[in-house]
């Protein structure tokens, strides 16, 4: 036979060899394709959500080291079992079902079972071809060689998601590249603590036994990074967490208000810095900054943490209460419920040194609900940030002392 060879460019993505073979004798062809550049710096992920039937033409590149999957039908084609192809997504579709009827006349001779499922699934692949429902394809590769058409080019298809990710080392042996990979890692190390859960020895707070303390650090979207500590005690039980701001104190302080108008508010992302404090002006509530310490939660699950807070302090509701303190407490407690299921309200976070946040849900646009001022520091608030006194002039050109 003849093979034919073409370098052609794919419009958006890049250059690739097709291979094109053709038997006279027969009349059997094949054609294969290969990535005429190099392996990529990251692997790459397409989903796409096919919905009509024009999504079945779009062109799919399909390299040797790519997998493409089906989650609707629980369907793989795994890496290394196919030829690089150039081709649609219903030729992929069409190709699976070569491979599944392939063999199927001797399963049916041996095993009748096996061979009746197997056509019950060529059925579902054929009805995928009509499209009558949705479904999702995926197509994984970490070469980053692998392409699926975007029709609207260079405008964004909202049904297709590319997503680039760093290889694992298992993904980097199977493409060879192992050695490579490891001496590019290297001077990296450090920037790969971000994704590490650091852990370190302490003592339980509650019964001094030992116990073990988890640090992690954490971008906020559209803010900016937190480290997170988390202690836990096997012995007693005990479990607390932490949350520093990974950044310096701002040069403005910061007022959030968010008026709580839906009970979709509660789910709201909050970070509250040790210098914040919080006020409800409705139920004529306000938190000091240092109370609760520092947390990463969400708006529900800093006002049940403000119920914990009055409810265990004996000296609110305990046996050293008073009744009067006791009945006004309680009403309280009542409406702070009631802001978290149906009241409106104000939920106001005040934060001098400007290291706390509140989710914005419409982010990056513009959120109604929401309103963050800046302010210029007291001279009281840079006192209790001890700002008055820090000295940073001429720090950076001071020698070294021989320390």
Not at 1 to 8: A, S
Not at 192 to 213: G, H, Y
Not at 228 to 242: L, V
Request: some cysteine; aromatic content about 6%.
């Amino acid at each position: 036979g003849v093979t034919r060879l073409l370098l052609t460019r794919i419009p958006f993505f890049k250059e690739i060899i097709v291979s094109s073979f053709s038997c006279p004798s027969c009349s059997w062809c094949n054609t294969e394709i290969q990535a005429a550049g190099r392996i990529q710096e990251q692997g790459v992920r397409y989903s796409l959500a096919v919905t009509s039937r024009q999504d079945m033409n779009r062109e799919v590149v399909k390299t040797d080291c790519a997998s493409a999957r089906i989650p609707e039908l629980d369907f793989e084609i795994p890496a290394f079992s196919q030829k690089g192809v150039l081709t649609t997504i219903e030729g992929i579709i069409d190709r699976a079902v070569a491979g599944l009827e392939q063999d199927q006349p001797a399963r049916r001779a041996t095993d009748q079972e096996v061979a009746r499922k197997i056509d019950e699934f060529i059925g579902k692949l054929r009805q995928l071809k009509e499209v009558k429902s949705p479904f999702t394809f995926i197509l994984d590769d970490p070469s980053g060689n692998s392409f699926v058409e975007n029709p609207r080019a260079p405008l964004r298809d909202e049904a297709l998601l590319v997503t680039h990710y760093r290889r694992s080392p298992q993904q980097c042996a199977l493409l060879g590249l192992q050695g490579e990979e490891s001496d590019a890692k290297a001077p990296d190390a450090a920037e790969d603590l971000r994704d590490e859960v650091l852990q370190f020895n302490t003592n339980c707070p509650e019964c001094n036994a030992p116990a073990s303390t988890n640090m992690k650090v954490v971008q906020i979207p559209h803010f900016k990074e937190v480290i997170i500590m988390a202690t836990n005690c096997d012995s007693c039980g005990h479990r607390t967490n932490e949350v520093k701001s990974g950044g310096a104190i701002e040069p403005q302080g910061t007022r959030i208000t968010l008026r709580i108008t839906d009970p979709s508010d509660m789910s709201r992302d909050i970070l509250k810095s040790e210098t914040c404090s919080v006020e409800i002006p409705e139920l004529e509530f306000e938190l000091g900054m240092g109370a609760l310490g520092g947390k990463f939660t969400t708006l529900e699950g800093l006002l049940k943490d403000i119920r914990d807070l009055v409810e265990k302090n004996p000296f609110t509701l305990g046996d050293s209460s008073t009744p009067s303190r006791t009945g006004k407490l309680q009403e309280f407690i009542g409406k702070l419920q009631d802001v978290k299921g149906k009241a409106q309200a104000h939920f106001i976070m005040d934060d001098p040194a400007g290291n706390s946040y509140l989710q914005n849900v419409y982010a990056p646009e513009e959120d109604p609900e929401l309103s963050v001022q800046r302010y210029e520091r007291t001279f009281e608030q840079n006192e209790e940030l001890g700002l008055n006194d820090m000295r940073t002039e001429g720090s950076e050109t001071e020698p070294a002392s021989g320390r």
